[in-house]
Protein backbone atom coordinates (compact mmCIF):
# COMPACT_ATOMS: atom_id res chain seq x y z
CA UNK A 1 0.00 0.00 0.00
CA UNK A 2 3.19 2.40 0.96
CA UNK A 3 4.12 2.41 -3.10
CA UNK A 4 0.86 3.85 -4.75
CA UNK A 5 0.10 6.37 -2.20
CA UNK A 6 3.73 7.40 -2.14
CA UNK A 7 3.52 7.51 -6.07
CA UNK A 8 0.04 9.67 -5.61
CA UNK A 9 1.28 12.22 -3.15
CA UNK A 10 4.26 13.13 -5.60
CA UNK A 11 2.42 13.10 -8.61
CA UNK A 12 -0.09 15.18 -6.83
CA UNK A 13 2.66 17.84 -5.80
CA UNK A 14 4.41 17.37 -9.21
CA UNK A 15 0.83 18.50 -10.24
CA UNK A 16 0.72 21.43 -7.96
CA UNK A 17 4.03 22.96 -8.90
CA UNK A 18 3.85 22.54 -12.75
CA UNK A 19 0.50 24.68 -12.69
CA UNK A 20 2.04 26.83 -10.42
CA UNK A 21 4.72 27.42 -12.39
CA UNK A 22 3.35 27.62 -15.70
CA UNK A 23 5.35 24.53 -17.24
CA UNK A 24 4.80 21.64 -19.49
CA UNK A 25 6.12 17.98 -19.18
CA UNK A 26 7.28 16.18 -21.69
CA UNK A 27 8.40 11.99 -21.26
CA UNK A 28 9.52 10.03 -23.60
CA UNK A 29 8.25 6.15 -24.31
CA UNK A 30 11.04 4.72 -23.07
CA UNK A 31 10.75 6.50 -19.44
CA UNK A 32 9.52 4.51 -16.18
CA UNK A 33 5.52 4.29 -15.45
CA UNK A 34 4.85 6.89 -13.26
CA UNK A 35 6.97 9.44 -14.97
CA UNK A 36 5.11 9.02 -17.80
CA UNK A 37 2.00 9.32 -15.95
CA UNK A 38 3.23 12.77 -14.36
CA UNK A 39 3.56 14.22 -18.36
CA UNK A 40 1.45 16.27 -19.71
CA UNK A 41 2.94 14.68 -22.92
CA UNK A 42 4.45 11.21 -24.29
CA UNK A 43 6.13 10.36 -27.22
CA UNK A 44 9.11 9.69 -29.45
CA UNK A 45 12.11 11.95 -30.13
CA UNK A 46 10.23 13.84 -32.84
CA UNK A 47 6.49 13.96 -31.32
CA UNK A 48 8.53 15.80 -28.47
CA UNK A 49 10.64 17.64 -30.74
CA UNK A 50 7.40 19.20 -32.25
CA UNK A 51 5.75 19.62 -28.95
CA UNK A 52 8.50 21.18 -27.20
CA UNK A 53 8.59 24.09 -30.72
CA UNK A 54 4.88 24.73 -30.43
CA UNK A 55 3.98 24.71 -26.68
CA UNK A 56 3.47 27.77 -25.20
CA UNK A 57 4.71 26.96 -21.81
CA UNK A 58 7.66 29.10 -20.71
CA UNK A 59 9.24 26.05 -18.88
CA UNK A 60 9.80 23.19 -20.15
CA UNK A 61 10.89 20.08 -18.12
CA UNK A 62 11.98 17.79 -20.22
CA UNK A 63 11.61 13.50 -19.33
CA UNK A 64 14.57 11.72 -21.17
CA UNK A 65 17.94 12.10 -22.26
CA UNK A 66 20.59 15.14 -22.55
CA UNK A 67 20.23 15.71 -26.38
CA UNK A 68 16.17 15.72 -26.40
CA UNK A 69 16.59 18.57 -23.20
CA UNK A 70 19.30 20.55 -25.68
CA UNK A 71 16.84 19.70 -28.84
CA UNK A 72 13.83 22.06 -26.85
CA UNK A 73 16.60 24.17 -25.98
CA UNK A 74 17.76 24.97 -29.21
CA UNK A 75 14.26 25.13 -30.60
CA UNK A 76 12.98 27.18 -27.86
CA UNK A 77 15.60 29.58 -26.92
CA UNK A 78 12.94 32.09 -25.58
CA UNK A 79 11.94 29.16 -22.78
CA UNK A 80 13.65 27.27 -19.66
CA UNK A 81 14.67 23.80 -20.18
CA UNK A 82 15.34 21.69 -17.53
CA UNK A 83 16.41 18.04 -17.60
CA UNK A 84 15.51 16.33 -14.52
CA UNK A 85 18.62 14.15 -14.29
CA UNK A 86 22.10 15.25 -15.46
CA UNK A 87 23.26 11.37 -15.11
CA UNK A 88 20.35 11.09 -18.25
CA UNK A 89 23.25 10.57 -21.19
CA UNK A 90 22.90 8.47 -24.59
CA UNK A 91 26.05 6.20 -25.51
CA UNK A 92 25.19 6.32 -28.63
CA UNK A 93 25.13 10.32 -29.13
CA UNK A 94 28.70 9.80 -27.59
CA UNK A 95 30.12 8.48 -30.32
CA UNK A 96 30.61 11.00 -32.39
CA UNK A 97 31.87 14.48 -32.77
CA UNK A 98 31.72 17.59 -33.94
CA UNK A 99 35.45 17.27 -34.72
CA UNK A 100 34.82 14.15 -36.42
CA UNK A 101 31.79 15.44 -38.86
CA UNK A 102 33.87 18.43 -39.72
CA UNK A 103 37.01 16.29 -40.94
CA UNK A 104 34.86 14.07 -42.52
CA UNK A 105 33.36 17.30 -44.46
CA UNK A 106 37.22 18.14 -45.19
CA UNK A 107 37.99 15.49 -46.64
CA UNK A 108 34.78 15.44 -49.02
CA UNK A 109 33.61 18.94 -49.56
CA UNK A 110 30.53 17.94 -51.13
CA UNK A 111 29.67 15.36 -47.97
CA UNK A 112 25.80 15.60 -46.93
CA UNK A 113 25.39 14.83 -43.61
CA UNK A 114 22.42 13.63 -42.26
CA UNK A 115 22.29 13.40 -38.51
CA UNK A 116 19.66 11.26 -36.19
CA UNK A 117 18.87 13.23 -33.54
CA UNK A 118 20.17 11.35 -30.67
CA UNK A 119 23.90 13.16 -30.61
CA UNK A 120 24.87 16.50 -29.49
CA UNK A 121 24.04 20.06 -30.20
CA UNK A 122 27.25 20.22 -31.68
CA UNK A 123 27.44 17.25 -34.06
CA UNK A 124 24.05 18.99 -35.29
CA UNK A 125 25.49 22.34 -35.69
CA UNK A 126 28.00 20.59 -37.91
CA UNK A 127 25.30 18.80 -39.90
CA UNK A 128 23.13 19.77 -43.47
CA UNK A 129 19.89 18.41 -41.43
CA UNK A 130 18.79 16.03 -38.08
CA UNK A 131 16.61 13.21 -38.86
CA UNK A 132 14.75 10.98 -36.05
CA UNK A 133 13.86 7.27 -36.34
CA UNK A 134 10.37 8.42 -37.67
CA UNK A 135 11.30 10.21 -40.35
CA UNK A 136 14.71 9.14 -41.60
CA UNK A 137 13.54 7.50 -44.50
CA UNK A 138 11.80 10.60 -45.80
CA UNK A 139 14.99 12.83 -44.95
CA UNK A 140 17.40 10.39 -47.44
CA UNK A 141 14.46 10.66 -49.49
CA UNK A 142 15.19 14.23 -50.15
CA UNK A 143 18.51 14.24 -49.74
CA UNK A 144 20.63 16.13 -52.71
CA UNK A 145 20.64 14.33 -55.62
CA UNK A 146 24.71 13.03 -56.66
CA UNK A 147 26.10 14.03 -53.02
CA UNK A 148 27.41 11.13 -50.79
CA UNK A 149 25.36 10.76 -47.55
CA UNK A 150 27.55 10.91 -44.38
CA UNK A 151 24.58 9.15 -41.31
CA UNK A 152 25.70 9.58 -37.89
CA UNK A 153 26.26 8.11 -35.35
CA UNK A 154 23.26 5.05 -35.72
CA UNK A 155 24.93 2.72 -38.74
CA UNK A 156 21.71 0.54 -38.41
CA UNK A 157 19.13 3.09 -38.83
CA UNK A 158 21.17 4.59 -41.63
CA UNK A 159 21.52 1.34 -42.99
CA UNK A 160 17.97 0.48 -42.60
CA UNK A 161 16.73 3.97 -43.76
CA UNK A 162 19.10 3.88 -47.57
CA UNK A 163 17.70 0.69 -47.97
CA UNK A 164 14.40 1.62 -47.93
CA UNK A 165 14.58 4.45 -50.45
CA UNK A 166 16.74 1.92 -52.70
CA UNK A 167 20.07 3.51 -52.17
CA UNK A 168 22.55 0.50 -51.57
CA UNK A 169 25.89 1.72 -51.97
CA UNK A 170 26.13 1.57 -48.80
CA UNK A 171 29.66 1.17 -46.55
CA UNK A 172 31.20 2.09 -43.08
CA UNK A 173 32.65 5.27 -42.98
CA UNK A 174 35.12 6.00 -44.11
CA UNK A 175 34.45 3.89 -46.78
CA UNK A 176 33.62 6.23 -50.24
CA UNK A 177 30.63 4.53 -50.95
CA UNK A 178 26.86 6.28 -52.08
CA UNK A 179 25.87 5.95 -48.24
CA UNK A 180 28.69 6.34 -45.30
CA UNK A 181 27.43 4.82 -41.66
CA UNK A 182 29.24 6.57 -38.77
CA UNK A 183 30.11 3.26 -36.95
CA UNK A 184 27.88 4.22 -33.19
CA UNK A 185 24.86 2.09 -32.36
CA UNK A 186 22.06 2.45 -29.70
CA UNK A 187 23.43 -0.24 -26.81
CA UNK A 188 20.44 -1.56 -25.93
CA UNK A 189 18.83 -2.25 -29.73
CA UNK A 190 22.36 -3.16 -30.51
CA UNK A 191 21.59 -6.18 -27.88
CA UNK A 192 19.08 -7.90 -29.43
CA UNK A 193 19.92 -10.34 -31.52
CA UNK A 194 18.09 -12.55 -34.51
CA UNK A 195 17.89 -15.38 -32.22
CA UNK A 196 16.45 -13.61 -29.48
CA UNK A 197 13.23 -12.66 -31.74
CA UNK A 198 13.34 -16.19 -33.11
CA UNK A 199 12.73 -17.35 -29.63
CA UNK A 200 10.02 -15.46 -28.69
CA UNK A 201 8.71 -16.00 -31.67
CA UNK A 202 8.55 -19.92 -31.28
CA UNK A 203 6.90 -19.35 -27.91
CA UNK A 204 4.24 -16.82 -29.46
CA UNK A 205 4.20 -17.76 -32.96
CA UNK A 206 0.70 -15.80 -33.67
CA UNK A 207 2.36 -12.76 -32.92
CA UNK A 208 3.23 -9.79 -35.28
CA UNK A 209 6.86 -8.69 -34.52
CA UNK A 210 7.27 -4.75 -34.45
CA UNK A 211 11.21 -3.65 -33.73
CA UNK A 212 12.98 -0.04 -34.05
CA UNK A 213 14.71 1.08 -36.55
CA UNK A 214 18.21 0.89 -33.93
CA UNK A 215 18.24 -2.31 -34.37
CA UNK A 216 20.47 -4.75 -36.16
CA UNK A 217 19.52 -5.01 -40.19
CA UNK A 218 19.23 -9.16 -39.78
CA UNK A 219 16.28 -8.00 -36.98
CA UNK A 220 14.75 -5.96 -38.60
CA UNK A 221 13.98 -7.87 -41.45
CA UNK A 222 12.51 -10.69 -39.43
CA UNK A 223 10.28 -7.85 -38.47
CA UNK A 224 6.20 -7.18 -39.60
CA UNK A 225 6.82 -3.85 -38.85
CA UNK A 226 10.02 -1.31 -38.54
CA UNK A 227 8.89 1.82 -36.81
CA UNK A 228 9.66 4.38 -33.91
CA UNK A 229 8.05 4.31 -30.76
CA UNK A 230 5.29 6.75 -31.98
CA UNK A 231 4.41 4.23 -35.05
CA UNK A 232 4.68 1.10 -32.49
CA UNK A 233 2.19 2.97 -30.64
CA UNK A 234 -0.20 2.94 -34.03
CA UNK A 235 0.28 -0.18 -35.44
CA UNK A 236 -1.90 -2.47 -33.32
CA UNK A 237 -4.49 -0.27 -34.14
CA UNK A 238 -3.85 -0.64 -38.36
CA UNK A 239 -3.96 -4.33 -37.41
CA UNK A 240 -6.29 -7.06 -36.43
CA UNK A 241 -3.54 -8.93 -34.35
CA UNK A 242 -3.94 -9.53 -31.05
CA UNK A 243 -0.71 -10.00 -30.06
CA UNK A 244 2.71 -8.79 -30.34
CA UNK A 245 6.10 -9.16 -30.10
CA UNK A 246 7.91 -5.58 -29.25
CA UNK A 247 11.92 -5.34 -29.98
CA UNK A 248 12.67 -1.83 -27.99
CA UNK A 249 13.09 -0.75 -24.91
CA UNK A 250 10.77 -2.23 -22.24
CA UNK A 251 9.25 1.50 -21.35
CA UNK A 252 7.11 0.92 -24.58
CA UNK A 253 5.62 -1.69 -23.34
CA UNK A 254 3.66 -0.03 -19.99
CA UNK A 255 1.69 2.77 -22.97
CA UNK A 256 1.10 -0.19 -25.22
CA UNK A 257 -0.65 -2.42 -22.30
CA UNK A 258 -2.54 0.84 -21.42
CA UNK A 259 -3.58 1.70 -25.00
CA UNK A 260 -4.39 -1.71 -26.24
CA UNK A 261 -5.83 -3.79 -22.77
CA UNK A 262 -7.41 -6.12 -25.13
CA UNK A 263 -4.22 -7.23 -27.01
CA UNK A 264 -1.18 -9.07 -25.29
CA UNK A 265 2.33 -7.70 -26.03
CA UNK A 266 5.48 -9.59 -25.57
CA UNK A 267 9.53 -8.13 -24.54
CA UNK A 268 11.57 -9.34 -27.82
CA UNK A 269 14.40 -10.22 -24.93
CA UNK A 270 13.12 -8.40 -21.38
CA UNK A 271 16.71 -9.05 -19.68
CA UNK A 272 18.64 -7.24 -22.34
CA UNK A 273 16.00 -4.18 -23.88
CA UNK A 274 16.73 -1.47 -20.90
CA UNK A 275 18.19 1.90 -21.23
CA UNK A 276 19.57 2.87 -17.81
CA UNK A 277 19.86 6.38 -19.11
CA UNK A 278 15.90 6.12 -19.90
CA UNK A 279 15.20 4.74 -16.29
CA UNK A 280 17.48 7.19 -14.03
CA UNK A 281 14.64 10.10 -13.90
CA UNK A 282 12.54 9.42 -11.32
CA UNK A 283 9.10 11.12 -9.38
CA UNK A 284 11.09 12.61 -6.98
CA UNK A 285 14.05 14.15 -9.72
CA UNK A 286 10.78 15.44 -11.58
CA UNK A 287 9.38 16.91 -8.77
CA UNK A 288 12.74 18.34 -7.18
CA UNK A 289 13.41 19.92 -10.91
CA UNK A 290 10.10 21.71 -10.51
CA UNK A 291 10.57 22.83 -6.87
CA UNK A 292 14.62 23.49 -6.82
CA UNK A 293 14.62 24.79 -10.52
CA UNK A 294 16.69 21.61 -11.63
CA UNK A 295 18.51 21.37 -14.14
CA UNK A 296 18.24 23.97 -16.85
CA UNK A 297 19.86 22.88 -20.53
CA UNK A 298 21.20 25.67 -22.51
CA UNK A 299 23.07 25.78 -25.71
CA UNK A 300 25.36 28.55 -26.87
CA UNK A 301 23.34 30.70 -29.81
CA UNK A 302 26.52 30.43 -31.84
CA UNK A 303 25.81 26.52 -31.93
CA UNK A 304 22.16 26.60 -31.33
CA UNK A 305 21.98 28.79 -34.84
CA UNK A 306 23.01 26.39 -36.93
CA UNK A 307 21.70 23.18 -35.20
CA UNK A 308 18.03 24.77 -35.05
CA UNK A 309 18.58 25.04 -39.26
CA UNK A 310 19.53 21.24 -38.97
CA UNK A 311 16.01 20.24 -36.74
CA UNK A 312 13.90 22.82 -38.60
CA UNK A 313 15.06 21.27 -41.59
CA UNK A 314 14.12 17.68 -39.75
CA UNK A 315 10.75 18.98 -38.81
CA UNK A 316 9.66 19.89 -41.94
CA UNK A 317 10.25 16.28 -43.63
Known amino acids: MGKPLETDFML ?16 HNYQLPEVQAAADLTGDSLGLARHAAGTDAGLIVLCGVEFMAETAAILCPEKRVLLPELRAGCPMADMVTADDVREAREKTPELYVVTYVNSSAEVKAASDVCCTSANAVEILKRAPAGRPVLFCPDRHLGEWAALQVGRTDIGLY ?127 EEVAAPARRAIERMLEA
Not at 12 to 26: H, N, P, Q, S, T
Open 174 to 300: PAETDIRLWPGFCPTHHRLTLEDLLRVKQAHPRAKVMVHPECRLEVCRAADRVASTGGMLKYPAEVGDREFIVGTEVGLLDPLRRAYPDRRFYPAAAEKMVCWNMKVTTLESVYTALAEDRYPVAVP
Open 12 to 27: DGIARLRRERKAVILA
